[in-house]
């Protein structure tokens, strides 16, 4: 069936740039997702890409896709205590609507 | 906008006991909500998709009448742990997918903050 992985936990230092990535299984035609946890909340939606798609910035975030090696990433640059959180990949297969969830990275970001 | 909340936030029952958890989506109109079950620092598990007006559709393994779920209007569905025990003590979490329009074309889910329910 569909899987979808991630790195569990990430360190960086405040102003760093941070890269979480994300691998998965099925290459159909769909979005791929980024959200942020942050304790005891919801999850949040970041942004998200189709995969037709190589790159997207968003203020701070670049996500990157490599449709051939099925490998997504979510770039932070200028990372700040705020974005300490964990952060969800997420892949959509076909039209079903549901969400495929990675196990989710822990980014934990050091002043 | 793209706001779903989700009441209680935080729930303590006794065993065997039901517990009522509502879902709303409050700007936008939501064909399809979803029910996640989130374990300490574990992923997202799906357990069902609600339609409006329709029957759930549960994933493998969820038993559909330990977890009902209602979705009797475009902005509210409900999920009912019925005969709680501990083991379902865990972090429930609603999603609500826009019904198309202006919200996104990606069809992006919204998430609600979470319902932590401790089962004595």
């Known amino acids: 069936g569909e899987d979808v992985e991630q790195s569990l936990f990430l360190s960086v230092r405040e102003g760093d740039s941070s890269v979480i990535n994300c691998t998965y299984t099925?290459?159909?035609?769909?979005?791929l997702y980024w959200y942020k946890q942050e304790p005891g909340a919801g999850l949040q939606l970041l942004t998200y890409?189709?995969?037709?798609?190589d790159m997207k910035q968003d203020q701070r975030l670049t996500v990157l896709l490599n449709k051939k090696d099925k490998h997504l990433s979510l770039r932070i640059a200028d990372t700040q205590t705020g974005d300490s959180a964990i952060y969800f990949c997420?892949?959509?297969?076909?039209?079903?609507?549901?969400?495929?969830f990675g196990q989710g990275t822990t980014l934990q970001v050091k002043p | 906008g793209a706001v779903v909340s989700q009441h209680p936030s935080r729930v303590i029952c006794k065993s065997g006991t039901s517990v009522k958890i509502e879902c709303r989506s409050l700007?936008?109109?939501?064909?399809?909500m979803f029910w996640y079950r989130q374990f300490p620092k574990q992923s997202l598990m799906l357990m069902a998709t609600?339609?409006?007006?329709?029957?759930?559709?549960?994933e493998q393994g969820v038993e559909k009448d330990k977890f009902l779920i209602n979705h009797a209007s475009l902005t509210l569905s409900t999920l009912t742990v019925t005969s709680a025990h501990p083991e379902d003590s865990s972090f429930y979490i609603c999603s609500a997918r826009t019904s198309g329009g202006t919200i996104s074309s990606a069809d992006t889910q919204y998430f609600g903050p979470g319902t932590r329910l401790t089962v004595l």
């Open positions: 890409i189709f995969s037709n798609m």
């Open positions: 997420a892949k959509r297969p076909g039209n079903t609507g549901k969400l495929i």
């Open positions: 700007d936008f109109q939501a064909t399809t």
């Open positions: 099925d290459s159909s035609s769909t979005y």
């Open positions: 609600s339609n409006e007006g329709s029957k759930a559709t549960y």
